[in-house]
């Protein structure tokens, strides 16, 4: 009895329950020298996800702002949930990495931008490779390219069923793997995703904390600003407690997140004054703004220059 009683409490079925995150000041994980100091906060928010077992699933339906989704809507194609939540760091660091371009070049601070690594995210079914999401591209056929164009670009000058030759390193170890290229659509494809990781070189020695758990693109917005914030002079918060998301690439473009629902209610809950997200959420967050009637400030951004001249103007 005692063995059914923990297996029907503990069994996963194949659905996850959103619900209303917390938030990451993000002001404070920014650390590093002679930085500017602020009077308010930037925070990144986040969803809570839940793995879908019976006690859960149950309380979903007595919690209006609990909502239980398919398993296989939330993970990445082939990817069961923990094997997505290992991707997601990868591109928790990607962000990071696009956040720091962004925010060194719109300060006009001096950078260099010393190492670049491409590390694979995806691999499809289809590939012919013993390649793995987690494993960093050293070179193809003895040429290094460092990001994902400059990969497709060599690739796709070559032939469906031609071979290239990837060095890599997988868990410290370097390795290599003859791969044939497959057809995609008519074109010579590796079958893979590779996301660009820099390391950067500034007088303030920026560092950006980061904890195991977290994952995930939707913070680097709301980083970008946060680095930014600290190493100029002028105080984007003007004292507040300003909260958001979005993606962020290297042109400054924020882009559209899951789940900003629950980001909303829960930034309104950790007390924040202004919240931020990409156009594109908008409107759904300002469905759940009036629906529920939240005191806050709404704001929206297409580009990271946008961002910053809405937050001038509060």
């Known amino acids: 009895f005692l063995a059914l009683l923990i297996f029907g409490l503990t069994y996963e079925f194949p659905y996850a329950i959103y619900k209303p995150g917390g938030s990451i000041n993000m002001s404070d994980r920014v650390e590093g020298d002679n930085m500017y100091d602020e009077k308010g906060s930037l925070s990144m928010t986040y969803v809570s996800v839940v793995r879908g077992t019976a006690p859960f699933l149950l309380v979903s339906f007595l919690n209006s702002n609990w909502d239980v989704v398919p398993t296989k809507d939330i993970t990445y194609d082939d990817a069961d949930l923990d094997e997505t939540l290992e991707i997601d760091k990868i591109y928790m660091k990607e962000a990071i990495s696009n956040a720091e371009y962004v925010a060194y070049d719109r300060a006009n601070i001096r950078y260099v931008e010393k190492e670049k690594h491409s590390v694979v995210t995806y691999v499809s079914k289809d590939a012919k490779t013993k390649l793995k999401y987690g494993d960093e591209i050293v070179s193809i056929d003895g040429r290094d390219y460092t990001t994902l164009l400059e990969f497709q670009n060599y690739v796709s000058a070559k032939k469906p069923g ?153």
């Open 162 to 314: 031609d071979e290239v030759r990837i060095e890599y390193i997988r868990e410290g170890d370097n390795a290599v793997d003859v791969v044939t290229l497959i057809d995609v659509e008519g074109k010579a494809k590796v079958g893979l995703s590779i996301a660009t990781i820099s390391d950067f070189e500034t007088d303030f020695d920026i560092d950006i904390k980061t904890k195991e758990s977290e994952s995930g693109p939707s913070g680097g917005f709301i980083t970008a600003l946060a680095i930014y914030n600290r190493i100029t002079e002028e105080d984007l918060t003007k004292g507040k407690t300003i909260m958001g998301t979005g993606t962020i690439d290297r042109d400054g473009v924020v882009g559209e997140i899951g789940g900003v629902k629950y980001k909303l209610l829960g930034a309104v809950r950790k007390g924040a004054e202004v919240f931020l997200c990409p156009e594109e959420n908008y409107e759904e967050a300002l469905k759940v703004k009036k629906e529920t009637e939240l005191d806050i400030v709404l704001l929206s951004a297409k580009t990271f220059d946008e961002a910053l001249q809405k937050l001038a103007e509060l």
